[in-house]
């Protein structure tokens, strides 16, 4: 870790997350470990639910993973994080913080955990299949992606033919669908993940439950790495 890195380390606890509260200042711990950086939170409820985020510069916030749950009275919540784990590691400075949320969200979480997966996967060349689907509109293809952006794609078959085609996403960019889903608080979503990667091997979303043929949704035939 940089000193840089480390001197924009953020000591405090904000709540500015749905389901979460306002705290009194709580000081949040952090040393550096090979690779990463452990966290905790000396004077916390341990049986609370404690979210790390973090943020290049403070203007937005990327949550990361959810502190593990212990019993009250037990050792306080911590958490090591490898760089790999955040949104931008190669980052020089970055901003931490911690929200308590007073109900548990086990997807919320399971999401957090598979995303770390997907993360440390080191996963930014691939080529999959995609078979993905907007309300009415249907569109399966196969995507290059290099450096974890979209390269190329061939689009295999579209419904309506008459439309254009829809957004081609990198996994990054589902992942980033299934987060936006969740900030929204969506009707429902439905999502089984890839043991080996941690990918949304298949994600069903409905946003809102009395509105027609705006749910959306996906599912990855076919995986492979190393292009």
């Known amino acids: 870790a940089t000193l840089a890195r480390l001197a924009a380390v953020l000591l405090a606890v904000v709540a500015a997350a749905t389901g979460a ?16 950086l452990a966290f905790h939170l000396p004077d916390a409820d341990g049986a609370a639910t404690w979210l790390l985020q973090h943020s290049p510069d403070g203007s937005a916030w990327d949550d990361v993973l959810f502190f593990a749950l212990t019993e009250q009275g037990s050792a306080p919540p911590e958490l ?8 931008d590691p190669a980052a020089e400075q970055g901003l931490f913080r911690a929200v308590r949320f007073d ?10 955990a598979e995303r770390t997966k997907w993360r440390l996967s080191g996963a930014d060349a691939y080529n999959y299949e995609l078979q993905q689907n907007f309300g009415q509109i249907s569109w ?3 995507i290059d992606v290099v450096d974890g952006e979209v390269d190329s794609f061939t689009t295999i078959n579209l ?5 254009g085609n829809p957004e081609i996403p990198s996994i990054d960019r589902l992942f980033e669908r299934i987060a936006n889903a969740i900030a929204a608080d969506a009707h429902e979503i439905r999502v089984t993940w890839n043991r ?3 990918y949304p091997a298949t994600c069903y979303i409905d946003r809102e439950e009395f509105l027609a043929d705006e749910e ?12």
Not at 80 to 87: D, K, Q, S, T, V
Not at 159 to 163: D, L, S
């Open 21 to 36: 509260r306002a705290e009194p200042a709580v000081e949040l711990g952090v040393e550096t470990r090979p690779g990463g």
């Open 80 to 87: 090591e994080i490898p760089y790999n784990a955040l949104a």
């Open 103 to 112: 109900t548990e969200d086990a997807f919320h979480r399971r999401f957090l």
């Open 140 to 142: 399966r293809g196969t």
């Open 159 to 163: 419904q309506p033919p008459v439309v």
């Open 196 to 198: 080996s990667y941690g």
């Open 216 to 227: 959306s949704g996906w599912s990855i035939l076919s995986f492979a790495t190393g292009l």
